[in-house]
């Protein structure tokens, strides 16, 4: 009788300051499929983490110094007063949006300034804890390497154990699926000479140096495939980036011609809504994410919620997500799943009407809803968790038995249930069950 395949294990090369969802959107989307991952970083342990940026292109919010608010106000006021009278008979929307801007400029106390940069902003991102020891890694063992981008790439790239490690997977021919910045370490290994290879622009000299082939980033979501190495510009192109790792990694997917929902709103959580967004988009699903009140190509900020050390989560602003389908153009029958995000949204969405009929909608079809951490209030407030096996944030509970269903209890933090159409979980760390249970509803497969 023949052995049962094995599941593939990836290493996942952290460093302070990776780009945040380029390190965890891959470390859980491939749990979530059955892959296990090893996050390591140079000089740290297992349990310890990783601080991590938070990565964006587009405009930047400047706030006007107030020792020059006075002149500005004037100079503004006047400006306005010129455009009231000269722009009467229009009707464009450059003019609205002038207007509107030099109304808020002239009315509130800090005015935005809005600039278009010419570079990506950063900030702080969530603290991506550890789940292996670099010192102990046994390379014999794993099938693959993730290497995430942002900052910390720029040191990794320094660090001989690093180069000796990422050259251990080349030569074995094994697959090595790099993104943004990482492919600064490709280079500086020197395992891309003669090799296709896309990244980040402003990584292009290195890799041109180095003796790679560039490929011109069609959009920032676009990925290149060469040989064993995988590569994409930014994290928007996780979806491809990922889907090539699975199937390097020897991978099938089945069954996932399905339609999925997201119920966005704003300052819901960062990792709740892009990492099981970009996952099921991964494997090859049509998933839409919509706000109320809003249109395709409209964003929603995020929030990202940690666990500090203090008595509740810590909050800082996150990425922006941009949402793909209009709110008022949804039809729920035409979905096969919802997924309820948390964060700090779920507490206005459980307020809207039309929010409330778009989940009893689902819920009376029978059709999977997954909602996690803050989520369950929107259920709550629907009236469809009376007598349902369900879990939360432990905030949450109240909202969850005061509408009558069986708590249970999320010990530990990332433990997740299904109580028929319904999947519940606490938070993100719970992604991998999270979305995995999702996918078995769903009849998705991804075998080896």
């Given at each position: 009788?023949?052995?049962?395949?094995?599941?593939?294990?990836?290493?996942?090369?952290?460093?302070?300051?990776?780009?945040?969802?380029?390190?965890?959107?891959?470390?859980?989307?491939?749990?979530?499929?059955?892959?296990?991952?090893?996050?390591?970083?140079?000089?740290?342990?297992?349990?310890?983490?990783?601080?991590?940026?938070?990565?964006?292109?587009?405009?930047?919010?400047?706030?006007?110094?107030?020792?020059?608010?006075?002149?500005?106000?004037?100079?503004?006021?006047?400006?306005?007063?010129?455009?009231?009278?000269?722009?009467?008979?229009?009707?464009?929307?450059?003019?609205?949006?002038?207007?509107?801007?030099?109304?808020?400029?002239?009315?509130?106390r800090f005015p935005?300034?809005?600039?278009?940069?010419q570079t990506y902003?950063?900030?702080?991102?969530?603290?991506?804890?550890?789940?292996?020891?670099?010192?102990?890694?046994?390379?014999?063992?794993?099938?693959?390497?993730?290497?995430?981008?942002?900052?910390?790439?720029?040191?990794?790239?320094?660090?001989?154990?690093?180069?000796?490690?990422?050259?251990?997977?080349?030569?074995?021919?094994?697959?090595?699926?790099?993104?943004?910045?990482?492919?600064?370490?490709?280079?500086?290994?020197?395992?891309?000479?003669?090799?296709?290879?896309?990244?980040?622009?402003?990584?292009?000299?290195?890799?041109?140096?180095?003796?790679?082939?560039?490929?011109?980033?069609?959009?920032?979501?676009?990925?290149?495939?060469?040989?064993?190495?995988?590569?994409?510009?930014?994290?928007?192109?996780?979806?491809?980036?990922?889907?090539?790792?699975?199937?390097?990694?020897?991978?099938?997917?089945?069954?996932?011609?399905?339609?999925?929902?997201?119920?966005?709103?704003?300052?819901?959580?960062?990792?709740?809504?892009?990492?099981?967004?970009?996952?099921?988009?991964?494997?090859?699903c049509h998933v839409?994410?919509?706000?109320?009140?809003?249109?395709?190509?409209?964003?929603?900020?995020?929030?990202?919620?940690?666990?500090?050390?203090?008595?509740?989560?810590?909050?800082?602003?996150?990425?922006?997500?941009?949402?793909?389908?209009?709110?008022?153009?949804?039809?729920?029958?035409?979905?096969?799943?919802?997924?309820?995000?948390?964060?700090?949204?779920?507490?206005?969405?459980?307020?809207?009407?039309?929010?409330?009929?778009?989940?009893?909608?689902?819920?009376?079809?029978?059709?999977?809803?997954?909602?996690?951490?803050?989520?369950?209030?929107?259920?709550?407030?629907?009236?469809?968790?009376?007598?349902?096996?369900?879990?939360?944030?432990?905030?949450?509970?109240?909202?969850?038995?005061?509408?009558?269903?069986?708590?249970?209890?999320?010990?530990?933090?990332?433990?997740?249930?299904?109580?028929?159409?319904?999947?519940?979980?606490?938070?993100?760390?719970?992604?991998?069950?999270?979305?995995?249970?999702?996918?078995?509803?769903?009849?998705?497969?991804?075998?080896?």
């Open positions: 009788m023949a052995p049962p395949k094995r599941h593939p294990t990836v290493l996942l090369l952290c460093g302070d300051y990776v780009e945040d969802s380029e390190a965890m959107v891959p470390f859980q989307a491939l749990q979530a499929f059955g892959i296990t991952v090893h996050a390591v970083c140079p000089g740290k342990k297992a349990g310890e983490f990783c601080r991590t940026a938070v990565h964006e292109l587009g405009s930047h919010q400047v706030p006007f110094p107030t020792t020059s608010l006075a002149p500005f106000l004037l100079f503004n006021s006047l400006l306005l007063l010129l455009l009231g009278i000269s722009c009467v008979d229009c009707k464009s929307s450059a003019c609205n949006a002038i207007s509107n801007w030099l109304k808020q400029a002239v009315f509130f935005p300034f809005i600039s278009l940069l902003t950063e900030s702080r991102g969530h603290n991506f804890t550890l789940n292996a020891t670099f010192g102990e890694i046994d390379y014999g063992k794993y099938d693959g390497l993730v290497l995430p981008g942002g900052r910390a790439p720029e040191y990794l790239a320094m660090d001989q154990t690093v180069l000796d490690c990422v050259r251990k997977f080349s030569e074995s021919g094994k697959p090595i699926a790099s993104i943004c910045h990482g492919q600064l370490i490709l280079a500086s290994a020197d395992i891309v000479k003669g090799r296709k290879c896309t990244a980040f622009p402003a990584v292009k000299p290195v890799l041109l140096a180095a003796g790679a082939e560039w490929v011109e980033p069609q959009t920032m979501a676009t990925c290149v495939v060469d040989g064993n190495i995988i590569t994409g510009p930014t994290y928007a192109g996780h979806p491809e980036f990922i889907n090539h790792l699975v199937r390097e990694l020897g991978g099938a997917i089945t069954g996932a011609d399905k339609k999925i929902l997201f119920l966005c709103g704003d300052f819901m959580e960062d990792y709740e809504v892009i990492v099981p967004f970009q996952s099921l988009q991964a494997l090859g839409d994410a919509v706000c109320p009140d809003k249109k395709a190509g409209d964003t929603c900020p995020t929030a990202i919620h940690d666990f500090e050390g203090d008595q509740t989560y810590s909050e800082k602003p996150g990425h922006t997500f941009t949402l793909t389908a209009s709110y008022d153009a949804v039809d729920a029958s035409s979905y096969d799943a919802l997924v309820i995000p948390g964060g700090r949204a779920p507490e206005y969405l459980a307020l809207d009407e039309t929010v409330i009929d778009l989940v009893k909608k689902f819920m009376e079809s029978k059709k999977p809803v997954a909602s996690i951490c803050h989520g369950q209030q929107i259920l709550a407030a629907a009236g469809v968790l009376k007598g349902r096996k369900c879990t939360a944030y432990p905030a949450v509970k109240l909202n969850v038995v005061l509408a009558g269903a069986e708590w249970l209890e999320p010990d530990p933090i990332d433990r997740c249930y299904t109580d028929g159409n319904l999947i519940t979980g606490a938070a993100w760390p719970g992604h991998p069950e999270f979305i995995s249970q999702l996918m078995a509803l769903l009849g998705i497969r991804v075998s080896f």
